[in-house]
């Protein structure tokens, strides 16, 4: 397909981004052409839109970015089998190499050569992408595009409170940004007794309420440790999933979780973080595991078939809706804080 696309570009090394006329992008044979229905605002994204020293470092402008997105597939390369015209797609956004020793033994998402799209590659916040078919994940039929569009971020809940056993156990989610917020939905389908959600946001607290909290603690008002302590008769928690990256926040979250528990850093704090290594993970004989990513494709399906089933209602963690033209809304929102996923619509 030829012909010009709206797009929100990031057009300079600064502040901000721009809502252009752009080429449809041209597909390669193992690539497709998607029509793209509903795009959600990552925190990445806003990262780039605020041009901060990481984004700096990683993104080369002027280009196209976003990556969380649903769409219909209207164009196919000679060589994709996987899908057809008219098909609603979601992808993974991480393309990775499919040679290196991680590749090759089923640990993908941690490929060394990993490219992510609308970071390194053109992105999904235009009427059009192409995407490679390995990256594909089929949503069924009747999967709201809004919602299929945000199970790329889900992925990464999903990937964290999964990466060990909950069932029956007391799971601490710190951070109830998005991500956080669907933690919570996932971590009570999978069986949790006691979710406790951490936040110092009340707007966001009240959304991790809604999924299913049994607790949320406003951090700034009460001492986490205290109140966890009360919440599991002095035993602390099973499960701590850290989605803050605030150092103190983090270092609450060692000293909240029980002997042999785990804890599962998803987030990314800035700047190194010191912990009592001693103490806090040596002695308790604690697990602590970095998560990046979704495994391919055993996340997607865990998500898929949480939201489809019904087992987690991702409809209160979906907040604004926005056109592509008023993507400065959208983000404006995502820098306030007070939203949960925003979606535009191109
Ligand atoms: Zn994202
Ligand atoms: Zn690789």
């Given at each position: 397909m030829s012909g010009k696309m709206k797009a929100i570009v990031k057009h300079h090394r600064g502040y901000g981004a721009k809502l252009q006329l752009v080429d449809i992008p041209?597909?390669?044979?193992?690539?497709?052409?998607?029509?793209?229905?509903?795009?959600?605002?990552?925190?990445?994204?806003?990262?780039?839109?605020?041009?901060?020293?990481?984004?700096?470092?990683?993104?080369n402008p002027p280009y196209v970015f976003g990556h969380e997105f649903s769409g219909e597939v209207v164009e196919i390369g000679a060589n994709v089998t996987n899908v057809n015209i008219g098909d609603s797609v979601s992808a993974e956004t991480h393309l990775v190499c499919g040679?290196?020793?991680?590749?090759?033994?089923?640990?993908?998402?941690?490929?060394k050569n990993t490219k992510i799209i609308g970071v390194d590659t053109q992105g999904c916040f235009a009427e059009y992408v192409a995407i490679p078919s390995a990256n594909l994940w089929k949503n069924p039929k009747e999967m709201p595009y809004d919602v299929a569009s945000i199970q790329e971020p889900m992925g990464n809940a999903v990937h964290t409170v999964l990466a060990g056993?909950?069932?029956?156990?007391?799971?601490?989610?710190?951070?109830?940004?998005?991500?956080?917020?669907?933690?919570?939905?996932?971590?009570?389908?999978?069986?949790?007794?006691?979710v406790i959600?951490?936040?110092?946001?009340?707007?966001?607290?009240?959304?991790?309420?809604?999924?299913?909290?049994?607790?949320?603690v406003d951090s700034k008002t009460v001492d986490p440790l205290q109140i966890v302590q009360q919440l599991t008769e002095g035993n602390g928690v099973d499960v701590v999933c850290e989605m803050s990256g605030h150092p103190i926040a983090m270092n609450q979250g060692f000293k909240m979780v029980t002997n042999g528990g785990r804890v599962s850093i998803l987030s990314l704090p800035v700047r190194p973080v010191e912990f009592d290594v001693?103490?806090?993970?040596v002695f308790k004989g604690i697990t602590v595991q970095g998560i990046t990513g979704r495994k391919m494709?055993?996340?997607?399906?865990?998500?898929?078939?949480?939201?489809?089933?019904?087992?987690?209602?991702?409809?209160?963690?979906?907040?604004?809706?926005?056109s592509l033209e008023e993507y400065e809304k959208g983000f404006d929102l995502m820098m306030d804080g007070n939203c949960g996923k925003v979606v535009l619509h191109p």
């Open positions: 041209s597909i390669n044979d193992h690539e497709v052409l998607i029509k793209v229905k509903a795009t959600s605002i990552c925190g990445t994204d806003v990262h780039i839109y605020k041009w901060d020293e990481w984004s700096a470092s990683r993104v040679k290196c020793s991680q590749c090759l033994t089923g640990k993908a998402h941690i490929c056993d909950v069932v029956g156990k007391t799971v601490a989610i710190i951070g109830c940004g998005p991500i956080g917020i669907m933690a919570v939905g996932v971590a009570k389908a999978a069986g949790a007794a006691q959600a951490f936040d110092v946001n009340e707007y966001r607290l009240d959304l991790a309420k809604q999924m299913g909290a049994t607790s949320i001693t103490n806090d993970i494709f055993e996340t997607w399906q865990q998500v898929s078939g949480l939201i489809h089933s019904g087992q987690v209602d991702v409809k209160p963690i979906i907040t604004h809706h926005f």
